[in-house]
């Protein structure tokens, strides 16, 4: 995870600073806020966050009027900048000749390779756990061995044994009544939820007792999926940290898959806001003008657990007329 940090890291957004176009550097009246004249120069306050940007000028209320109306200005700032970022983060920025493109684009091919190599090292940990399972576990009942689903695998590191679907073959079915089994404990809550007293069965044709009955047959494992982990305690144990394994990787796809998205949406939002910036002299709201937006990663909890959360801010004052 610390990877993924110093890879968003690049990706730290300063929506509202200078642009640069045909080599000469331009400010907005918005990113004005927070700078002094110095003789004769405007020159960003970095205390703010802005980037640090001198403009030489003569008249610096002259300067940034001619930029903010400039006809050239709406060039610099396509209307679908903001289209191409969502789809190919960095892409409006990239149009709109700003640098920070590069980072956007070094951060998705980072986050999407690291999420490609979580998801492949997951699908072997899959691999694994079931070759375990079938090989180990489930060899002695049945010869055809079909894969499960994601939850009968995580049934088998919980239980030693799935115990008998039918105890007697032929005729009704018999539940499992070993409640240390899998089957067994399915058994044992059917009857707690049906019958008035889960240890005095009712009458075999009462509805509380077929009701508790088919609550047992959707859930118990059927004879091709029975398994037991007895005198294989060793390959139990390896079965166990390799499902464990599987989770952190699936879990560590996910994260990253979530943070391309949100990668997408930052370099979305910061060319929106440029383009606003640059076309219109600012973007506001409720009478307060966009004064920056700032994504950072912060620390959840506790710090050994590792979980991090992706934080935006957007930074509103009122306009400086």
Known sequence: MRHVIAALGAIA??????????????VSPVALHGRALVDGSVVTNTNEGFANLTVLSTDAT????RVASGPARASWAPWWAPVASVLIPGAGQFAMGQQRSVGYLVAEGYLVLQAVAAQREGNRDRNEYRA???????????ATRPVGAWSYYESMEKFMESGAFDRIPGGAIDPETDATTFNGARWRLARENFWPDPDVPPPVTSSAYQRALASYTAQAVRDE????WRDAQLQKDVYEQTIRSWNRLNKRAVNLVGLVGANHLASLIDAYVTVRVRRFGGVRVAGLELDGFRTSVQLIG????????????LRFIP???
């Open 132 to 142: 375990l399972a079938s090989d180990v576990a489930r060899r002695p009942f049945s």
């Open 225 to 228: 999926y029975r398994w037991s």
């Open 13 to 26: 957004l300063l929506v509202v600073g200078g642009a640069e176009a045909d080599g000469q550097p331009t």
């Open 302 to 313: 506790d710090p050994n657990n590792g979980h991090r959360q992706i934080l935006s801010v």
């Open 62 to 65: 002259a300067t940034a009027t």
């Open 319 to 321: 306009p400086q007329n």
